[in-house]
Structure formats: structure tokens, C-alpha cells
């Protein structure tokens, strides 16, 4: 009997997690653990490369199935979409230029901080006390941006911000904290609400790679220690 | 030749531009065979009396009646009776995209569903008629006024019209050509063509004219046969008038 | 008042301008020079970038044709609205292009894009096409409109004279001759689409922009890749322009003596 | 060949286009019909949106007016070598403007933006309006020329024969004629430029467009919002366009009899 | 008057505009004080020889001394010679931008550094002398063209040039305001300025000049007080030309 195939919206602009490689193919930590539960599970998956700033708009008007694009599991999406297990724990990392002091949300008063849109880093920022928070399309264009120095501080999901500040821009950023928040934050695959079609199989998924160990071993394929 | 209807009877027709009256109470018999020429000064309505009879004007009140159409009747099909009514333009207007032959070829093929074949040799003997045949294939920018004018008028024949109606069709002619079109035009009437003209060539006037109209201020002040018009004019503005032109 | 002609950023040097036709040459020798001497220089980068968006160049190509296209028809329409004896039609081809004109393109290809998703399925590519030939059939309207009037009037005349109706008399007379007037200014137009087709880069549609935008995002080489990026675009845009002058000068056949 | 013009974008209507007129009214009232309406239909919504923009619509003014007053300067020296008999100076303008009006506006806005960044500290905003006004003086530099050599030569003669020399003449002669020819032109890429200020919002300035992006993206309220930016754009451009006209037809004060 | 030095010195001057040669081997002295009339037809280069008297036009070769400046030196400031002379052209040119009385002052505030009030008492005074003080206030597009040349002679006045040149003043004039000029420019004689006028007037010719160029194929044809010219022509090609003018 065929498969079910899901479509999967991606925004792949957020290496390691999501990203294009040389060959134009999406890759990435996130893509990789949804194909290993699509073979546990029983399920097709394609991608479709999907700006970030209509990533959800396309979800609810139902252009694809879901979503696999690094999204932080909140409240507030959670009234207009269902999620799928976490997959992935997620911190917010605050990311600074090498030779700054800023360790803390509230060194950060009057300064400009940079995220992508719509992401959970952009709301941390809102958050915080004073700080003057920018929006980007791309994480990318805001890390160019605090590198050139027209922003103070960008922050992000941690592995992100690893790949960025360990990786690329090394000599110039560093991570000089992880944002403490009340509450653990995590990655989910977010359906239409009701879905429960694509959510039980995506689930049955996510639990079969845990539980196997696949996820370790990505995890040191993308994102190393 | 009053034993026969006439082939377009005008009834006191009245035509506003706005509020400036172009025609005022206008009532003109045409029959079928008959050459009217057309006089009067400048404003005189001369163009809007042509341009109501095949209804490029409509007009406020009155009755125009062609080929037994009332043209004021709704249920009529203007398009249709246009066909039968050839009209020449001061200013040619022939079809600047389309060759000389393609200007006489179209209408015929698109509206009286002519065999593009047919039509082609009907266009053939029209040019040869007026003799302009080796242009056929140029475009009208190549040709001289008077040529185009000729083929303007081949054209208005291409479709076989019943009717012709000539608006001032010299005015725009340097005088060398002005000769070679009204060559054509005498022609056409002595093949019992039914043709309206305006002109102000005074010669064409009275050698062809059955009758000849003088409009002055949006009115026909007189109606008469050229020997009595120009003998023995009896209206003061048309005494005026040829005074002014001869 | 005099008016200035100054098309929206479209290129085409008219054959007068002897300064402009130079500083093409030197634009598009510069422009070619720089794309094979960068790559060769350092093929890590600008090669790399060069290598990954020849599928971004189709899309752009692609968007552009058929967005012009669909805003041909738009803007005929447009146009006979706008010059339109019917009050209704007329208005509504008016209150159109005063709408169009009134909100930026990116705005429109937004607002279409979320909004048409709430109505109907269309991929990516169908959504970018309807967006921006929405826009862009607004101009085309005022394009068509002033290539009709600008065909005098005695054409129309004739022809009503021999019979033809209106629409008859628009699609045999009037639009072939129209056309001549048309093509220059819509020449300017696939140009300035071709450009601004680039805003479908943010809607995720795969062209040169976003081709350019996801390899910068992978390996951090902005300035490398937004120089190849812009190199391309300029190539394109040379070229096309050169083409639609030639395209001109032959337009007018049957005005020759 | 007649050449028909088209503003690119410009929306000032012509006083004698009635049509278009009546299209402004309705589309003016409607407007701000539907920016009251849909608040208080919906205030969780629409109002949210439109309180979250006021600084955005700020920012836009900012850059805009920034912008074309840079454009403006750059656009008169770009004119000024666009005519100039100076071999150097005059090949300079003519590749700056072809170069400039064969790149996109959003390709261009990310290099200068980016480049810049590699060799100045600028804040982000200015780099906005550097790359806007960049852009936009290529235009500018055609409207500078189109609009002086509108003047006739005449008036450049009889500078010049009372003494005046060249410098001089442009500027107590040349120049303040032109400007009455220059001015509709400008006042329409001053809309058109106002309009294009939404790209910068990819460069993350809070402008109108960016605030409602950020409103979206955390509300999910797509539709709602774009349709509140665009009802937003379009007031301010009705609103520009009408007073645009009106400063148009007192500009010919001096030919009056 | 030949004791004098001339303010003009003009010596075998040819001009080509590209291939074309406008001038050819022209001399030609001007003494303080004369009035020389240039007459010539059509394409002969009096305007040419207006024009690079004041430079407007480079020379190819020859020479030219304008009040003792070689105007082909270049150490000399062309700029501060040319506000020694006055030109008038065939279509006014004023600026339309100002008004009457801004256009006769902005040269010699901007360019003279004359006090603003200063050189408005003398405009006003120059609007009398051309008798047209009464529309300082307007603007060049609201006169005639006898206003406006008038204006346009004042302006040129008004840098109190040594030198008054005229390229067929009263040419773009209706027949009516000829006289209303010519009459401002005899005064502008009588006064004792030095002028050179292109003019097809042969009564102010007569009564004004000194001395009668006629020019042909840029070429000095024929140097001459106005009796012999008139009277006496020596040349063929004056003698036609005179016959088509008179
Ligand atoms: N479309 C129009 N709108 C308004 N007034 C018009 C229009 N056409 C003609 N008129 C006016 O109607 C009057 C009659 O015009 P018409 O063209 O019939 O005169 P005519 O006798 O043909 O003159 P001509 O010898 O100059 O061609 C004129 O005063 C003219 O100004
Ligand atoms: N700028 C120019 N470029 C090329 N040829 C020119 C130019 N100006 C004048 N000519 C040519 O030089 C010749 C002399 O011109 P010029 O204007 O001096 O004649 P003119 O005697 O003043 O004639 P007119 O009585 O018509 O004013 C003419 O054949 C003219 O066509
Ligand atoms: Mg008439
Ligand atoms: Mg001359």
C-alpha cells in the first residue's frame, strides 16, 4: 500500500538546523531527524522552502501539512496549531561581538538587539527591559549586522548561534550567555489544529528516533558537543 | 426622377455640439442616381450634415430615412446600413498599418465575408479604375496626397456601396493632385453613382451637380441646379458667398 | 507645461544618445569582464555563488514572461476601460489603476499572496505571477490607453464608416497601429518587471534573489554573493535593453518612405 | 514615433483626466471609510494593527524625505554631467545611470547596505537612505536633464552674452526655470520613492511595512494586517498625489498673461 | 575717424561648423562711435559674425580685438569682455522667470556687484529711456513682442556696455511694433553708440548707418557708406540681392 506523503514548509535560512546545501538540497538537524521518524513511522516527507515571515500563514491556510522549521513550541502558537512531541531542546543564546562585556538580558538596556522575525529570540527581546529589539528576515542578515556593528547583540536558538559564532564569524562574535527563561523551551513539527492524522504518525515518529538513539547520533552529525 | 422614392430623405433635422445648434431644421430629398454638391462657408455644417447621414453624428430631433432605414429606429443595424454608404475624407485616412491592396481588402473580407481571392481581384479592378494599380502593394505613407485620396475612394467602392459621401475631398491636396482626383470623381458620377459633395471646387460643381445646397449658419438657405445657382443666385449670404470664392 | 519622459527604470538608450549607448558598452564589456574575472579569482565564493543560482535565473525568467503576459491582457482591458463611453466599466478601470498605484508592489505581492492563500490553492510561482501582473496591469493599462489615443482619430472614423463596430474597429484598426506606440514603453515595463520581480525572493519563490540570498545564508559570503547577484541582474538588464532597441527601430515599416 | 509617458508609479492625476478624478474621491473616501470601519468591526485586529504602526509611518516620512533630499543633490550633479561637455565627468553620469537602472532596487539596497557595513560605521537607517538616495539620484539625474534641456537655448545665449559664465548661468537662469519642469516629475518619484521605502524594511528599519510584519508574525493575523498597511499607503499617497497637483498648477505663475 | 583706434578689429576670420565653412577669411575694423548695418541673405553669416564678435562662437583662424582684448588670448577673461558688449537677439530671450525689472538688474547686481537699489534706479531709468516703465513689474510672457524686445534692448543697457550688437531685432516682430524698436534703437544711435545691426530694415539702414556690410557665402562682399550701397552698388550679387529686397 503507497505511503502517506507529508509536505513539510521550511525556512532554510537556519543552519545547522535547516539550511541549503551546495547541491541545493535542504539539510539540516531538523530535516534529518524528520526523515529518520518518516522511516520509523511509515511516512513519505517532501519540503518545501518557505520564507519564515508566512511560514505559519501558509500552515493555516492549509499550502502544506506542516512545519519543520526550528519552531519553539509556545502558548500563543498553541492556540492556533497543534504540536507535534519536542523534538529538540532549545535555549536562547545571547550572541555579542568578541570583544563585549554584555552577559545579561538587562546589561542590553538602550541597545540594539537583532532576531529574526517572528522567532522565540524575538520575543525574548521584546521581553526584556528597555532593550531596542530589531526584526530580521534572516537570522544571517541580523549576524552581519551585529558583526559590522550597527546592532549590540543578537540572540537565537543556541545551536544556531553555535554554528555562527563558532564557525563563521569566530574571530569576530562569541556566545556570551544563555538567556535564562522560566521555562524550557523545545522544538515541535506544528500541524493545523485537528490534524491528528499527520500528528499521531509524525509522533509515532519522534518517539521510535528518541528511543532508538538516532537523535544522539544526529545531534553529533549537526551540532557536535 | 421625382417619380421614384428618394434613396435618403433628411427631415427637418436639428443638431446640438452641446449647446451651439449645427443644424438647424435641415430637410433635404436625395434620389437614387442623383450628384448633390454641397457649398457654404466655413461652419456653415456642412461636415455635420454628411457625418448624420451615415450617423458618425447622431442627431437631437428630426428624421433621416437611407435606403428606406430609419436610422433614428433602434432596431436598426447602423454597422449594416454603413456599408452601403461609401464616405471620402478630406484628410484620407486610410489604414496607415495595412498595404494599398490590404486597405481595400479588408473590409469586404471581414465584414461582407468576401473570399480574401475575390476580394483581392475586385480590389484589382477598383485600383486599375482609378488608377493607381501599381501601388498596390505600398503602404499609404509612401504615396502621394493624391494617391491616397484615389485609393480612399477605391476603397469606399471596395465595399459597394449604394452611396457616396465626399467631405471636402480636395481641400488637403497640393493643386497639382487636386485634377487627378476629381478625374476620378467625374468618372464615378457618370457611371449614375448617387454621390454627396462637399467641395469648394467650383468647376467639379458645375459640371456634375444635379442640384447644388448652399448651407450657411447651420441651415439650407438654397437648393437649386448649378445654371440657376450661379446664373441667378436669389439669396443675399449666397451672393456673398460667390463673391467671396470665384 | 512641457512634459519629461522618463521611463521607470527602464533602459532602453534611445539611438541619440550617443553618451548613454557608450557607457552601455562600457557597462556590458565591465559587467561580463567581472563575471569571468571574479570567479576565476576566487572560485570559492563568487564561483560557488555563480554555480548556484543558474535555477534562480529560469524562475526570474519565468515569473517575468508569464507576469507580463497576464498584465498584457490586464492592461488592455484596463485600457479600453479607461477610455470607455461606459460610466461603470470606465470607473472601475480608474479606481483600479488609482488603487495599484497607490500601495508599494512588495505590499501588494504580501497582501495578495496571504490573502489569495485564504481562497485558493496555488503554488508559490502562480501566486508571485497573479500578484505581480495585478500590479503591473494597472501601468500597462495607462500604456495601452495613451498607444490607442495615441492613433488619430481619423482611423477610427474610416473604419466606423465602412461598418465596422467598435470592437471591430479597435481589433483591426486601431490596436495593430497602437502596438508600434505600445511595445517601447512595454519594453520598459518587462524591464522594470524583470527587476522588481526580484521582491518574489521573500515570498520563497527560487529565483536569482533568493537563489543568491539562500547560498549567503549557508556560507556567510554576503558581499561575494549580493556582487555576483547584482552582476547578473545587470547583464540581463544590458541585454534585454539592447535588444528592445533593436526591436524599435524596426517597428516602424510602413512609416518609411 | 510618438512617445507616450508613463509615470513610473506616479500618481498625480492630470487636472483634465476627470475620470481619474472621480476614481481619486472614491478611492480617497473609501479609504479612510475602511481605516475607520474595520477597527471598530474588529478592534482585537485591525485596531491592534493600525495602534502598532504610528512609529512605522514615521519612519517611512524619515526615510523618504531623507532620501530624496540626497537624491536631489545627487540627481542635479548626475544631470549636470549627463549635459556636460566634459568628456570624463559626462561618461561617469551615464554609467552611474545605466549601471543603477539595470540593477533591482532590493539587489542594490542589500549590497549597498551590506558593502557599506564592511567599510563604515553608519546606523541602519542612514544606510537605508544611502542606498535609497543612490538609487533614486539616477533617476533624479535624468529628470535634472530632461528638465534643463526643456529650457530653450535662448535663454542659456543670453546669460551668457551679458557675461554670465556657465556656473552662473545654470543657476540664475537655467536652473530656476527648470525646476517649474522638474517639479512634477520629482513630486512623482517622491511617491514612487515612498512607496519603494517598504523594501527597506527587509533591512529590518521599523517602517511601516516592518512594523506590520512584526504584528503578523506574532499574531498570525495575516490578511488583517496587510490590509490596513495597504489601506495605509494608499491614504498617504492620495493624499501626496492631490497635493502634488495642486502645487503643480500654481508652479506656472510667471507664463500667465 | 580713422585717426582713432578701432574697437573692433576683426582679421581674416574663417569659422566652420564642422566641414561647413560659415565664415571665410572675413576683416573687418569698427571705430567708436559707428554704426555699422550688416546686410546679406539668407545662410550668410551674419549671425556668425554677430556671434563671434561676442565669442558665443569660436573661430578657426584669424584674430579678433575687442576694445584692445584679443578675444583668442587665453589669458583674457571672455566673461569680462563680453559685459562690454550688449547683444539683442532676433527672439528676445528674456528670462522668463523674472520679471521686467529683475531681468535688467541681475546682471549688474550678480556681475557688476552693483548695489540692488543702485541698479534699480538705473533699470527704471532705462525702462523710461525704452518707454516701458509701467510694466517693470511684469512678467516677459505678459508683453508684446515690441514690449519685450525693448525690455530686451534696456537689459543689455543696463551693464552699460561700449558696444551694441543686433541680430534682426525686429524679424520675429508683427509689422505694427517694427517701428515702436527701430525707433529705441535710432535714439540708442543718435546717443553716440558704437553698434552693429543684422537687419532686413533698409529705412533705418539708410538713416543710421555708417557704413553697409553685405555678406554672401561668408564672405565680405561689399563695404560701403549707405549712398554708395544704395545708389552705386558695385557687386552683381548686391546688386540682385537689393533688387529681390527693395
Ligand atoms: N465635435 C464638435 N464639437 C463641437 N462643435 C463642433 C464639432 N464639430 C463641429 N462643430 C461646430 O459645428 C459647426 C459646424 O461644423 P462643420 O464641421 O459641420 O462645418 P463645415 O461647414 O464642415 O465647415 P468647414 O468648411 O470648416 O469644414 C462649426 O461651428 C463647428 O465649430
Ligand atoms: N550651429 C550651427 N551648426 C551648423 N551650421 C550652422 C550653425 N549655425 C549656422 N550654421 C550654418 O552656417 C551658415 C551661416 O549661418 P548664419 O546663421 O550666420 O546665417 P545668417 O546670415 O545669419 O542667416 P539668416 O538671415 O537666416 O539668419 C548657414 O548655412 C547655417 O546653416
Ligand atoms: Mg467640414
Ligand atoms: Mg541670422
Partial sequence: ???????????????????VDNNKQVVGYSIDFLKAAAKEAGFKVEFKNTAWDGIFSGLLTGKYDAICSSVSITKKRQKKMDFSEPY?????????????????????????VGAQIGTTGYFTIKKADGAIAKSYDEVGLAMEDLKVGRIDAVICDDPVAANFAMIKYHNDLKISAIVKTDKTEYYGFPVVKGNHEVLDLINKGIVAVKTKGIAKKLKEKWIGK | MK?????????????????????????????????????????????????????????????IIVDEHNLGDPGEDIHKIRMNMGMVFQSFNLYRHKTVLENL???????????????????????????????????????????QQRVAIARALAMEPKIM??????????????????????????????????????????????????????????????????????????IKFLEQIL | MKKIDIGDGAAIPSPDDKQLLSAWWIAFVGTIALLIALPIYDPDTYGAVLAFIPDGIQVTFEVTILSIALALIIGLITGLGRISENRIFNLLASLYVEVVRGIPLLVQLFYIYFALGRIVQVPDIVAAVIAMSFCYGAYMGEVFRAGIMSIDFGQSEAALAQGFNKAQTMRYV?????????????????????KDTSLVSILAVADILRR????????????????????????????????????????????KR
Avoid at chain 1, 537556519?14 to 539550511?19: G, T, Y
Avoid at chain 2, 452641446?18 to 454641397?38: C, H, M, Q, T, W
Avoid at chain 3, 549580493?226 to 552582476?231: D, E, G, K
Fill in chain 1, 1 to 19: 500500500y503507497a505511503q502517506r506523503t507529508i509536505l513539510f514548509a521550511t525556512d532554510a535560512t537556519w543552519p545547522p538546523m535547516e539550511f
Fill in chain 2, 3 to 63: 417619380n421614384v422614392d428618394p434613396i435618403i430623405a433628411i427631415h427637418n433635422v436639428t443638431k446640438y455640439y452641446d449647446r451651439f445648434r449645427a443644424l438647424n431644421n435641415v430637410s433635404l430629398d436625395i434620389f437614387p442616381g442623383e450628384k448633390v454638391v454641397v457649398l457654404g462657408p466655413s461652419g456653415s455644417g456642412k461636415s455635420t450634415l454628411l457625418r448624420t447621414i451615415n450617423q458618425l453624428e447622431t442627431i437631437d430631433s428630426g428624421t
Fill in chain 3, 212 to 255: 543568491g540570498r539562500e547560498y549567503a545564508a549557508s556560507s556567510f559570503d554576503y558581499f561575494e554573493t549580493y556582487t555576483i547577484i547584482a552582476l547578473v541582474y545587470l547583464l540581463i538588464t544590458l541585454i534585454l535593453s539592447k535588444l528592445l532597441a533593436h526591436m524599435e527601430q524596426r517597428l516602424n515599416y510602413y512609416e
Fill in chain 1, 88 to 112: 529538540f531542546e532549545v535555549r536562547q543564546a545571547l550572541v555579542v561581538a568578541k570583544d563585549s562585556n554584555y552577559t545579561r538580558l538587562v546589561d542590553l538596556k538602550g541597545k540594539k
Fill in chain 3, 174 to 194: 486601431i490596436l495593430p497601429q497602437a502596438w508600434r506606440t505600445i511595445l517601447p514603453p512595454v519594453g520598459n515595463e518587462f524591464i522594470a518587471l524583470l
Fill in chain 2, 165 to 238: 459621401l465626399f467631405d471636402e475631398p480636395t481641400s488637403a491636396l497640393d493643386p497639382e493632385m487636386i485634377g487627378e482626383v476629381l478625374e476620378v470623381m467625374v468618372k464615378l458620377a457618370q457611371e449614375g453613382m448617387t454621390m454627396i459633395v462637399v467641395t469648394h471646387e467650383m468647376g467639379f460643381a458645375r459640371e456634375v451637380a444635379d442640384k447644388i445646397i448652399f448651407m450657411d449658419g447651420g441651415e439650407i438657405i438654397e437648393s437649386e441646379t448649378p445654371e440657376r445657382f450661379f446664373e441667378n443666385p436669389s439669396q443675399e449670404r449666397t
Fill in chain 2, 105 to 147: 481588402t479588408l473590409a469586404p473580407i471581414k465584414l461582407r465575408k468576401m473570399h480574401p481571392d475575390e476580394a483581392k481581384s475586385l480590389a484589382m479592378v477598383l485600383l486599375e479604375k482609378v488608377g493607381i494599380s501599381d501601388k498596390a502593394a505600398s503602404y499609404p505613407a509612401m504615396l502621394s496626397g493624391g494617391q
